[in-house]
């Protein structure tokens, strides 16, 4: 009975220490070597516990919690590969900067490397991946391993979420028995300090350096020619201090859709929303050069910005990143900063505020005119193809109810988004998974997202996206989650199309195309949700209005044809590019 009566305190302090410092949701995979954990979670009043059968969909539930969330998420899980299942959704957390904390369990240490059943190694068994991994001490009853298991909850949660967020890896070794004595009186508050929390580790703010601010101030008092990128950025804030330093400087902002700039409340003036498909055209792309760029978030999803930032390769180019990162693929920064965006932007402000700055508007005048003639021509031509993929995101744009949150699959949806998703005031929150960019996961990371939005979510995936992950659907079902799936079914990957490998058609389909020709309607009944084939744009937005309006899984499937899909985007490039060289000619 020690034994257990140490397993049984030594894990409720864990727990009671991790609610103590703000985490309330973790999500469980059953196993046998985790009892300890995953039943004294379940016990705990202020731990609210979501069941993942599968570790691969866990990760990526806990993942797209955690980044709507903005906070983080635990995970537990069994020994052996049950943890190995939870790699690519670590991968992910780690590069799109996600929190979360990794609890796996584990055999004693007399069981490892011995031939025991369901025992791998598991010490730092996520690599550079996880920011820090800690194998913790078997349980003990003793009253400084309490003040210890307490101390590190605390230590771990911090460490999560301090900048750059991302993984922390806890293993915990557990001897049988296994099952927690819940007889013990005022079980969570063994090991206590009268005091919030046993530790508190605070997260600072990296304010902006004055010498930093003056030469902003400077550079851009005496730059007409500028511009300012948002790429993927979730800071609710940060939108309103950029806007109003674009205004003040007569920047063009070219926001990436996971910006969150391209729909809100703030100011949508400045805001380049179409300049994905305008920067193709060498004509435009090669006389509107700027003098200096500034650059908040991640790198934005559009090649053609990648293209034309490597044109002007000379020009100064700084990147803000208030987490100390290096999230920089052009490798043509000239100026890393590591500041906060909003405060740095609010500080720049101030400085210009006592300057005389003067302005032809020739240059910002030229970006607007190009934008708004591209963004209409963009909205009738993607109007007039049956079924094209494009026009999906032109009609959610009319239809999604305001705040609600528009979860983007890889591949050709965040794509067709870039594209099609126009500047609105609706405060549409966009999330997708652009870390590693991967195709597996979503519908989790979706779910996931949706526990957390308090108006409707909804899901964009192609075919090969949702086949790869049909298995994190049990949540939806087990969780009574309510989601909204559009499913962009082209029978195969249909971004390959796009590539250069379409040119070879002798093992395209074989290798690339990869069509799987399956009926998904069955997958989603099994799951208990709703399933519903469209074929045509008015059988869409009857059907979406209705759905979206329920409770549960509902998935609405919209049939594409890949070669006629290439042949509609490149038609719709095509005149939108002969618009922008009239306007880049003058006429």
């Known amino acids: 009975m020690a034994s257990t009566s140490a397993l049984t305190l030594y894990t409720a302090a864990f727990v009671d220490e991790l609610t103590r410092c703000g985490l309330k949701d973790v999500v469980i995979s059953p196993g046998s070597r985790s009892t300890p954990m995953s039943m004294v979670m379940a016990e705990h009043p202020e731990m609210k516990v979501w069941i993942?059968?599968?570790?691969?969909?866990?990760?990526?539930?806990?993942?797209?919690?955690?980044?709507?969330?903005?906070?983080?998420?635990?995970?537990?899980?069994?020994?052996?590969?049950?943890?190995a299942n939870y790699m690519p959704a670590?991968?992910?957390?780690?590069?799109?900067?996600?929190?979360?904390?990794?609890?796996?369990?584990?055999?004693?240490?007399?069981?490892?490397?011995v031939g025991a059943p369901q025992a791998i190694d598991q010490i730092n068994l996520f690599g550079k991946y996880a920011k820090w991994f800690v194998e913790m001490a078997l349980p003990e009853e003793d009253e400084s391993m309490l003040r210890y298991v307490r101390t590190f909850a605390g230590r771990a949660i911090a460490t999560a979420f301090n900048g750059p967020a991302g993984v922390v890896h806890l293993n915990f070794p557990f001897?049988?028995?296994?099952?927690?004595?819940?007889?013990?009186?005022?079980?969570?508050?063994?090991?206590?300090?009268?005091?919030?929390r046993y530790v508190k580790g605070s997260i600072g703010t990296l304010l902006p350096d004055q010498e930093i601010v003056r030469e902003l101030a400077e550079i851009t008092q005496h730059t007409e020619?500028?511009?300012?990128?948002?790429?993927?950025?979730?800071?609710?804030?940060?939108?309103?201090?950029?806007?109003?330093?674009?205004?003040?400087?007569?920047y063009p902002i070219l926001a990436d859709p996971l910006s969150q700039l391209r729909s809100g409340n703030h100011n949508m003036d400045w805001i380049i929303d179409v300049y994905d498909t305008f920067l193709r055209e060498d004509g435009f792309a090669s006389s509107y050069q700027p003098d200096v760029i500034i650059r908040f978030g991640a790198m934005p999803i559009s090649k053609a910005l990648l293209l034309y930032l490597k044109r002007h390769a000379h020009i100064r180019q700084i990147i803000v990143d208030e987490d100390g990162g290096w999230r920089e693929p052009t490798?043509?920064?000239?100026?890393?900063?590591?500041?906060?965006?909003?405060?740095?932007?609010?500080?720049?402000?101030?400085?210009?505020?006592?300057?005389?700055?003067?302005?032809?508007?020739?240059?910002?005048?030229?970006?607007?005119?190009?934008?708004?003639?591209?963004?209409?021509?963009?909205?009738?031509?993607?109007?007039?193809?049956?079924?094209?993929?494009g026009r999906i995101i032109l009609e959610l744009a009319e239809l999604l109810p305001e705040n609600s949150t528009l979860f983007i699959g890889n591949s050709m949806p965040i794509r067709?988004?870039?594209?099609?998703?126009?500047?609105?005031?609706?405060?549409?929150?966009?999330?997708?998974?652009?870390?590693?960019?991967?195709?597996?996961?979503?519908?989790?990371?979706?779910?996931?997202?949706?526990?957390?939005?308090?108006?409707?979510?909804?899901?964009?995936?192609?075919?090969?996206?949702?086949?790869?992950?049909?298995n994190g659907l049990l949540a939806a079902k087990l969780n009574k989650l309510n989601v909204t799936i559009i499913l962009v079914n082209n029978d195969g990957g249909g971004i390959f199309s796009f590539l250069p490998q379409s040119n070879h058609p002798k093992h395209f389909e074989a290798l690339f195309g990869t069509p799987i020709g399956l009926d998904y309607s069955h997958a989603v009944a099994m799951y208990g949700g709703r399933?519903?084939?469209?074929?045509?744009?008015?059988?869409?937005?009857?059907?979406?209005?209705?759905?979206?309006?329920?409770e549960g899984l509902s998935v609405i499937e919209v049939p594409t044809n890949r070669q006629e899909n290439v042949i509609a985007h490149r038609e719709v490039w095509k005149k939108a590019l002969e618009a922008a060289r009239e306007i880049s000619n003058g006429r």
């Open 531 to 550: 399933f519903k084939r469209i074929s045509d744009w008015s059988e869409f937005r009857d059907t979406f209005a209705i759905e979206i309006q329920k």
């Open 175 to 196: 001897r049988e028995p296994l099952i927690p004595d819940f007889s013990i009186e005022n079980l969570f508050n063994v090991g206590r300090m009268p005091r919030e």
């Open 416 to 470: 067709d988004v870039d594209s099609f998703f126009f500047n609105n005031h609706k405060g549409i929150r966009t999330l997708a998974n652009r870390g590693a960019n991967g195709i597996d996961g979503i519908i989790s990371s979706a779910l996931g997202a949706s526990t957390v939005a308090e108006e409707p979510l909804v899901l964009v995936i192609g075919d090969l996206s949702f086949y790869h992950d049909m």
């Open 225 to 250: 020619k500028g511009l300012i990128i948002v790429g993927p950025h979730d800071e609710p804030e940060v939108a309103v201090a950029v806007t109003q330093l674009a205004e003040k400087l007569k």
């Open 90 to 113: 670590i991968v992910e957390a780690y590069l799109s900067r996600v929190p979360l904390l990794v609890i796996t369990t584990d055999r004693p240490h007399e069981l490892r490397d």
């Open 52 to 83: 993942e059968i599968d570790e691969r969909s866990a990760g990526f539930f806990a993942l797209g919690m955690a980044k709507a969330k903005r906070e983080p998420v635990a995970l537990v899980c069994t020994s052996g590969t049950a943890a």
């Open 331 to 389: 490798l043509l920064a000239s100026d890393m900063v590591y500041t906060n965006s909003k405060m740095l932007c609010d500080k720049v402000l101030e400085q210009l505020h006592e300057r005389n700055i003067i302005r032809t508007m020739d240059w910002a005048d030229h970006w607007m005119k190009v934008n708004s003639k591209i963004r209409a021509l963009l909205s009738d031509e993607g109007r007039k193809e049956d079924l094209f993929a």
